[in-house]
């Protein structure tokens, strides 16, 4: 992201997308108008590819002027998560659990957020909004994965009976596979429940090399291999 400063040196001026880019050294650019009728405020936005000038991306918001800065946020928030999923995602992203699909996005987002404060309260909410995220998209791994993570902390934490814990995280977490068979977070999950329902070593170590396999610093990967390592005395 390129300062301020720097970017609206071009406001108003006729230059080529190219030029600018060149100027600034950058690979995208984020091109936009705001237009005023009575109490309604259009913002377009759209995002270009300066390489080539091909526009990867576009919206158009319509939002009251009741309050300005109110407006002003909720719009910069959902271009920058549109932006992360675009940059980051695609169809490309499916084999890793991404998602095109803002409002799932945002729900997994929110549902991320409550997993960390890791009360029995947080974990019920991040199961709801994930299960709607799901909903919306049904092929989003990482929302499959992050579900099956829920239901194992629900588990460690004695809130689920370990049997119907395990078996429903090793379901889950086999779903995500499926739909994202590169997702390395997932196969770590799937580990912890080898471990912990069959006391299966030899499928928890193959999952776990699967894992580090795809990702060799991912931290979920690692934890489950060091807890196989200490549980087999290495």
Known sequence: MIARTSSFAFKGEKIEIAEIAKKLNVAHVLEGSV???GNTLRISAQLIR????????SETYDRPLDDIFKVQDEIANAIVQALQIRLAGGELSRQKGGTQNLEAYQLYLRAKRAVNQNTRESLDAAGGYLEQAIKLDPGYGM???????VVSMKTDNVWLAPTEGWERVRQLAQHALQLSPDLAEAHARLQWAYMSL????????AEGRRALAIDPTNPSALMAAGRLSATLGR
């Not at 080539?52 to 991306?57: K, M, P, V």
């Not at 069959?198 to 928890?204: F, K, N, S, Y």
């Open 143 to 149: 929302a499959w994965y992050s579900l099956a993570t």
């Open 198 to 205: 069959d006391l299966d070593w030899p499928a928890a170590e």
């Open 35 to 37: 237009r005023k009728s």
């Open 50 to 57: 300066t390489a080539d000038s091909t526009h990867l991306w």
